[in-house]
């Protein structure tokens, strides 16, 4: 069990620039998140997958952001034309599934997005 | 929707003092409520969860959490603390399925 991976851990870019980040949860978790932290602050949903099916999205979640989880396995965050206020933590966490026992999220490290 | 408020952002205690962190929740259905903690660029790491089994939960690295209904709380506390303690700490509840997180607490441990 390696954890949750998350690349890059850093990605500065300008403003307008489309940026992808990938996840790779642990392996059999069928439940992949995505939430975003801004500095001082908690992390906040974005999304969650149950297996490749996106089941939920936060209305944070800008039409200039997508999600997929290609199989079931690793997931892609992308972010068109980026803008300052997209510079934050972006964090993914897995768990196994449903119900309290198996919904421990574990999470990444994290990428770090500076929006210059 | 469910939620929690964590009270102080920032707490400072010297080394082998007292940890007290403050969380309270606001929830309509019984909650699951969840502690993490967060070093310098790194991820989140559970510290306990409390799933309604037992009222006084404890978790790693010496800490323990305590549920109390009739204050709707779920403070955390460490009896002695070290150095390796200073950290943000996140209180949390799950809101079918993802995770609703307070603004965290800073903790620095004076030597």
């Known amino acids: 069990d390696t954890g949750v991976s998350q690349n890059p851990r850093h990605k500065i870019t300008k403003r307008g620039q489309n940026v992808t980040f990938r996840c790779d949860p642990i392996?059999?978790?069928?439940?992949l998140y995505w939430y975003r932290q801004t500095l001082g602050q908690g992390p906040e949903f974005l999304t969650y997958?149950?297996?490749?099916?996106?089941?939920?999205k936060s209305r944070l979640l800008s039409d200039r952001f997508s999600a997929e989880r290609p199989k079931g396995s690793f997931s892609t965050l992308e972010i068109q034309r980026t803008e300052q206020g997209d510079s934050a933590m972006y964090l993914c966490?897995?768990?196994?599934?449903?119900?309290?026992?198996?919904?421990?999220?574990?999470f990444g490290a994290g990428t770090r997005l500076s929006v210059l | 929707a469910q939620s929690v408020t964590q009270l102080g952002s920032h707490v400072s205690v010297s080394e082998g003092a007292l940890v007290l962190l403050r969380c309270n929740y606001s929830?309509?259905?019984?909650?699951?409520l969840f502690w993490y903690v967060q070093y310098p660029n790194q991820g989140l790491q559970l510290l306990l969860k409390?799933?309604?089994?037992?009222?006084l939960v404890k978790g790693i690295n010496g800490f323990e959490a305590e549920f109390k209904k009739s204050e709707t709380s779920f403070h955390l506390t460490k009896p002695s603390a070290h150095m390796s303690d200073a950290a943000e700490y996140f209180c949390?509840?799950?809101?079918?399925?993802?995770?609703?997180f307070g603004a965290g607490t800073t903790v620095t441990v004076r030597a």
């Open positions: 997958f149950q297996n490749e099916a996106q089941l939920e």
């Open positions: 929830s309509s259905v019984p909650p699951y």
């Open positions: 966490a897995s768990s196994q599934g449903q119900g309290i026992a198996k919904n421990i999220q574990y």
């Open positions: 409390y799933t309604s089994a037992a009222t």
């Open positions: 949390a509840v799950s809101d079918r399925g993802k995770l609703s």
């Open positions: 392996s059999e978790h069928n439940r």
